[in-house]
């Protein structure tokens, strides 16, 4: 059982229902220390002040914030604190949106909402909250304080339980402009083609048959320097040709799928396919 | 015009579609650096060696992975890159998947996806494919010596590339103690409380919602540049009612 992050209480309205925070995402990126390469000693970092030469210990090590005007203004740890949201133990809920209106680029860290406390009252109200919201498709919109910031957050009904993203606001969403292609709508008939080879390589998603490939050989190499072998880079494959002729593209990946039956791959792929992918649609695509 | 962060290709079968990508997302934290409050010089962060307590030049210093307790393996910078994989130019399509199926959670950063000057076409035409069939690419790709699992969509008029987490890096709800209630909600509650949510519906507008705390850290740091004094406001708690039918109706009330 992970450890929760936060306990508090989910509100609406005048209802509260008691909560405990958990992270629905774990790392599992494989980390290195630093080591002093002649005795293999761990690496310390000391803070140094850059102009007297000497040590700084943590207290005395401020927070400077430099204006467009070029001057610097240094805040104490007391100053942040002071402008540090205040600690609320509430998830403040101020509306309700449509679920499909939320585009996936606003979510930024995935958490899971538990109910907590023994009673019956705070477990019911939680789950109240699930089947009300699961209903309608509605996610609510809030802001609480994690640490020392304030986040934006949604909660939605996941697995029959309340899982809670912290967002990103609207400004920290970069514009499309000067990346989407402009002119001309593609060629209907290129369109249509590429629809058909996209449902032939179609699939339902089975994240389980998905693995860290990288994780895997990151350990691979570890284990091999260990033993005192010599690691060396793989070849890497080659940026493909770009074909003159799309049309032609599509055909001869289509004609190539269709040889090879509806559990192919496209030929030019080197990457294995997930283990235990269901392959149902593709089958039924080919039918 | 944004500046692309790396080039090149989704493949899939003979379909090569050259593309460069772009960061979506632009954090906005405002950002501090270390300074000295005795002099206000800049902090500088110096390596020393744990055993020697002397200072370790760049050079000097290695990366190491502990096997065991104490015991590293040390690995370089090239051999870290070894296990990059060999797709450090493809964006390797392994199967179109129905985009509801993807529940968010498996998305982590994202990116925009732009075509190279002789890919519009192609482009547009996975752009359009996508789109139509509600679908997204899930691929593999080699990004910073670091090989992703990518999902591709069309959003409004560009593709969007999501690197997603792998399954075994999610929580599944099974891994949590979660405390049931004995008795389930009757009718009327959820009722009442589908009223309250209908009450509080609105269209979901990004651009209404700013980050107080951003502004307030930006004000407070004006203020002290103008030689203000900052100070903490208190607000108490709400407490929380015990009878949840009472509740709901006071919140319609």
Known sequence: MPRSLWTGSLSFGLVNVPVALFSAARDQDLHFNQLHEKDGARIETRR??????????YEDIGHGYELDSGKQVVLTDEELDAIAPRKTRTIDIQSFVDAADIDPLFFDHPYWLVPTGDSEGPRRAYRLLVEAMGDADRVALGRFVLRTKEYL??????????ALTTMLFGDEIRETKGIAPGGRKPDKQAVDHAVKLVEALGDDFDASGYKDEYRKRLRAVIKDKEKGGTIEAPEQDAEPEVATDLMEALRKTMADLDAKGSKGKPASSKGKAPAKGKRRRAAKSQA | MPRSIWNGTIAFGAVAVPIKLYSAVEAKTVHFHEVHLADGARIEHRTFCSKEGKEVPRDEVVKGFEVRSGRYVVVDK????????????????????????????????????????????????????????????????????????????????????????????????????????????????????QKLIESLHEDFRPGRLHDEHREAILTAIKAKAKGKEIVAEDEPDAEAPDDLMAALEASLA
């Open chain 1, 48 to 57: 140094f002040c850059a102009e007297e030469d000497a040590e700084v210990a």
């Open chain 2, 78 to 193: 090239e051999e870290i890159a070894a296990a990059g994989g060999s797709r450090s130019r493809i964006v390797d399509v392994d199967r179109f998947v129905p985009l509801a199926d993807i529940d968010p959670v498996f998305f982590d950063k994202s990116y925009f996806v732009g075509p190279q000057d002789d890919g519009i076409d192609a482009y547009k035409v996975l752009h359009a494919a996508l789109e139509q069939t509600e679908r997204a690419a899930i691929a593999r790709f080699t990004f910073h010596n670091r090989e992703y699992l990518a999902a591709i969509r069309a959003h409004e008029n560009v593709l969007v590339l999501h690197t997603m987490r792998f399954a075994d890096e999610l929580v599944a709800p099974k891994q949590l103690d979660v405390p049931r209630a004995a008795r389930k909600p009757d009718k009327r509650e959820v009722d009442m409380a």
């Open chain 1, 153 to 162: 957050v949604a909660v939605r009904v996941r697995d029959g339980l309340l």
